[in-house]
């Protein structure tokens, strides 16, 4: 059995504190990957989800385009999920970089998104296709009151198979090509 000196002590209550932040950190990350695949049709995408994961002064990137700020974004996770007809995001790796209350964060993830039939039928399709992405997220996220949240999220793909949602962005159907083009 080790003994635990007072001296020993301020430097393993900072250990306990940094696995404590990476914990809860990893939470998030986790709560926002399960949010996107566990709420069918986007219904549960309102104030309460946005606010248990993201800053009122957020700014999210992503293939479907840019988001300023936390209103407006439950809508906007809405109309892109409703796209599909149900998904699966893995998240690995995860980098935390811990600073005082915020810290940094990037993992790869593997993102297969289930066309609905409506937009199988229309291409021709047999039900059950599907649009697979690996990507990587990186962002930062800050201690609140209420917890980590995410500050900034940058999600980006780095290669795609299979056909992509019917109705797209502009700068969605920009890095699908870019993408593709890379895989080419």
């Given amino acids: 059995m080790t003994?635990?000196?007072?001296?020993?002590?301020?430097?393993?209550?900072?250990?306990v504190a940094v696995l404590v932040d990476r914990a809860e950190i990893t939470g998030l990350i986790d709560r926002y990957l399960l949010s996107l695949d566990t709420l069918p049709g986007g219904g549960g995408f309102d104030d309460d989800w946005a606010r248990g994961?993201?800053?009122?002064?957020?700014?999210?990137?992503?293939?479907?385009?840019?988001?300023?700020?936390?209103?407006?974004?439950?809508?906007?996770?809405?109309?892109t999920m409703a796209k599909f007809e149900r998904t699966l995001h893995l998240g690995s790796n995860y980098l935390i970089g811990l600073d005082g209350d915020r810290a940094t964060v990037r993992w790869n993830a593997l993102m297969?998104?289930?066309?609905?039939?409506?937009?199988?039928?229309?291409?021709?399709?047999?039900?059950?296709?599907?649009?697979?992405?690996?990507?990587?997220?990186?962002?930062?996220?800050?201690?609140?009151?209420?917890?980590?949240r995410f500050r900034s999220l940058d999600i980006r793909a780095v290669w795609?198979?299979?056909?992509?949602?019917?109705?797209?962005?502009?700068?969605a159907e920009e890095t699908l090509r870019r993408v593709g083009a890379q895989a080419a």
């Fill in 3 to 15: 003994t635990v000196t007072t001296t020993d002590a301020p430097a393993l209550q900072h250990q």
């Fill in 53 to 79: 994961l993201f800053t009122e002064d957020v700014v999210i990137t992503s293939p479907v385009g840019r988001h300023r700020g936390i209103a407006g974004l439950p809508e906007s996770e809405r109309a």
């Fill in 112 to 148: 297969t998104h289930v066309h609905l039939a409506s937009t199988q039928a229309a291409r021709g399709a047999e039900p059950g296709g599907h649009f697979d992405v690996g990507g990587t997220f990186t962002g930062e996220v800050v201690r609140t009151a209420d917890g980590w």
């Fill in 160 to 171: 795609t198979s299979g056909q992509g949602p019917l109705v797209l962005t502009p700068k």
